[in-house]
């Protein structure tokens, strides 16, 4: 199979900031000269440890071990063959590769495929819907206040009544059919044929994070369409219901800049277009499922939310359905670090029919009435029980205290204590005692799950490990702490960022002298080999080529943050720490040459070598000093 050219390859990588491709999935902010973090796209976590650094083209997350170039990042986000993801980043550069022998370009991956099939449907479905036919979609859309520019905005489209209207213009571009049957575009029925899918109907695109279109959510238009009112593209290798959030593409980026951070979610398409064009862009919604962990995953890599700044604000109809969809919302609210509100619009009515009944401004001021998740819900609980009684008012206490109890912020909970008992007319104590048992009733729980999970992993409790076991990995953490390895480790770390631009006679010498940290040594040695190569990207080179198990200690060294005020600065420090490690392997060397003419002869040949090299190494040590 034809490579392409190792300098293409390097080209396009020189070319590409990581950050850009990185920033697409996560919120990246500074974390000091040349790096960057935010919440890791590998593992969940609530507070940031994936550090990328654009100069050099590295990630690294520092809770996880996840680390790479921007060719391994796209491998794993989008799960496509190292060629893929050279020519994913060729094609947004437009770099015209070269392959080896002149040879045609490899075949793409089924994902690939998958991704293209659904650009080319999306394609198809927004051709269709100028067509005659289409009038019936297009006065859909226009009776909801959307026009030919807001359906173009969002990608909206028309799938036409017939069976295959759609599998004959995506046959004839080259998708085969099982292509397009594992894309979700087209059905199987019982005797092996396949038809479109969606007929008939509005079609919306649905994309990921990073604008791709991976499915479709399609309206019904017709009455004789025996379908339901809403279907969508069915889990594929590449949709995955779960994780998606419409409108996302869209919003993400008004999402990480705002002040503070706010996320809409909203019911269905129509709801995100409608926030959108009256100005609240940063409205999504879920896909044919409830709003739920993977979800909210997703939303806080793009939010960014290591503090507790942003919002997440439910809209949801006034009606009993609308209701359970908040309860269950509810339910992820500790998996947030954001403030999550609750917003439901006079006479229940959507963000669609809000818009279209009183104008873009009700919907922007349905913000304003927004109340907190957690007052909300202690609302919908006690609102089932006859507070005119003393037994109605016990069962509603008994009912919401377990909410209270889950709120972290203990003065935000005192104050929904106090809150609770005015809405249930009884004495804030009685409130508070109750929540504090339900609180107790939670935390036993915890800690009885926890007790049997550290019975499982007690000492003596699993088998010993078997000499064929992986060494455990070492990490600066594990790393001791002292003098000596502090300055081998900031040493690294600034010859990893800062190397080409130190003073080479400086960097030769500190290079070549052996640490005295055994780990830190490991990396030290790939270091000086990768920089002896004089190769672009050598500093990734040296963390590829770093033995086990101090390979991941390599990645952290070149990733984690390097104190300076800039990068003039930093080049600076780095000398500086070069030549305090020169300066320690002369003192150590003068210690030991003075130990040695003690128990030398002076007037001896050994002892008038060793005063002269006492000589050389206190001029050298002047030198060095008077550099400084």
């Known amino acids: 199979m034809p490579r392409i050219r190792q300098a293409d390859v390097e080209e396009v990588k020189a070319r590409t900031n990581i950050a850009d491709i990185v920033g697409e999935r996560v919120a990246l902010r500074s974390a000091g000269v040349g790096s960057m973090k935010g919440l890791c796209p590998f593992h969940d976590e609530k507070s940031p440890s994936f550090h990328v650094r654009p100069q050099v083209g590295y990630y690294h997350c520092f809770g996880c071990g996840e680390s790479g170039d921007v060719y391994s990042f796209l491998r794993e986000m989008d799960h496509v063959t190292f060629t893929e993801a050279v020519e994913k980043l060729a094609a947004r550069i437009g770099f ?20 293209a099939a659904n650009s080319a449907a999306a394609e198809f ?52 059919r099982e292509e397009l049957t594992t894309s979700g575009l087209v059905s199987t029925n019982q005797r092996g044929g396949v038809y479109d899918r969606f007929r008939g109907r509005l079609v919306w695109p649905i994309r990921d994070v990073t604008g791709q279109t991976i499915g479709f959510g399609a309206r019904k238009l017709y009455d004789d369409d025996q379908g339901p009112k809403y279907l969508n593209t069915p889990e594929t290798p590449i949709y995955k219901k779960a994780q998606v959030l419409y409108g996302l593409d869209l919003a993400k980026r008004d999402i990480s800049r705002g002040d503070p ?31 739920g ?5 997703v939303l806080r890599r793009v939010m960014g939310d290591e503090s507790a700044n942003g919002e997440v604000v439910f809209t949801f109809d006034g009606d009993e359905a609308g209701q359970k969809a908040a309860i269950r919302a509810f339910a992820e609210d500790s998996r947030f670090n954001a403030q999550t509100y609750v917003a439901v619009a006079p006479d229940g009515l959507d963000p669609c029919d809000l818009r279209l009944q009183r104008g873009d401004a009700a919907v922007r001021g ?25 037994e109605g008012r016990i069962g509603a206490l008994r009912s919401a205290a377990p909410i209270v109890a889950a709120i972290r912020d203990r003065m935000i909970r005192s104050g929904y204590e106090r809150v609770l008992a005015r809405k249930l007319g009884m ?24 007790g049997r999970s550290e019975a499982r992993t007690m000492p003596g409790s699993e088998p010993a490990a078997s000499a064929d076991a992986p060494l455990q990995r070492v990490t600066i953490a594990s790393l001791p702490r002292t003098t000596d390895v502090a300055m081998e480790r900031d040493a690294l770390t600034g010859i990893l960022l800062y190397g080409h631009r130190v003073d080479p006679a400086i960097l030769g010498r500190a290079l070549a002298i052996p640490f005295r940290t055994v780990a830190l040594e490991a990396v030290r040695a790939s270091v000086a080999a990768a920089i002896a190569a004089a190769r672009p990207g050598w500093a990734m080179t040296a963390v590829d080529n770093t033995r086990e198990p101090y390979r991941q200690l390599a990645g952290e060294l070149l990733a984690r943050d390097f104190p300076a005020r800039d990068d003039e600065h930093a080049v600076a420090s780095v000398n ?32 008038r070598a060793l005063r002269m090299r006492l000589r050389d190494l206190d001029h050298d040590r002047r030198a060095l000093i008077d550099v400084e």
């Open 96 to 115: 015209t590769l070269h392959y080896e022998d002149g040879g045609p370009a490899p075949e793409t991956s089924g994902r690939s495929r998958l991704f």
């Open 576 to 607: 500086d720490i070069c030549r305090r490690l020169i300066l320690r392997a002369l003192d150590s060397e003068k210690n030991e040459l003075l130990g040695a003419v003690q128990r030398t002869s002076p007037i001896s040949e050994e002892g």
């Open 293 to 297: 962990s993977e979800h909210v995953t």
């Open 261 to 291: 951070k706010r996320v809409v979610v909203v019911e269905g398409y129509t709801d995100v277009m409608a926030c959108h064009l009256a100005g609240i862009t940063t409205a999504i919604a879920t896909c044919g499922t409830a709003f």
């Open 125 to 176: 479905f927004r051709s269709q819907l100028v067509s005659p036919e289409a009038e019936t979609a297009r006065r859909f859309l226009g009776e909801r206040g959307f026009d030919a520019g807001a359906a173009a905005h969002f990608g909206v489209g028309y799938a036409p009544k017939g069976w295959d209207a759609m599998l004959k213009a995506l046959t004839a571009q080259g998708f085969t």
């Open 427 to 450: 004495e804030p104590r009685d409130v508070h005692g109750a929540v504090e048992q339900a609180a107790r009733r939670a935390d036993g729980a915890g800690k009885k799950d926890e």
């Open 366 to 390: 349905l913000l304003d009435h927004r109340v907190p998740m957690f007052e909300f819900v202690i609302d919908r609980r006690i609102g089932g029980f006859d507070l005119s009684s003393v």
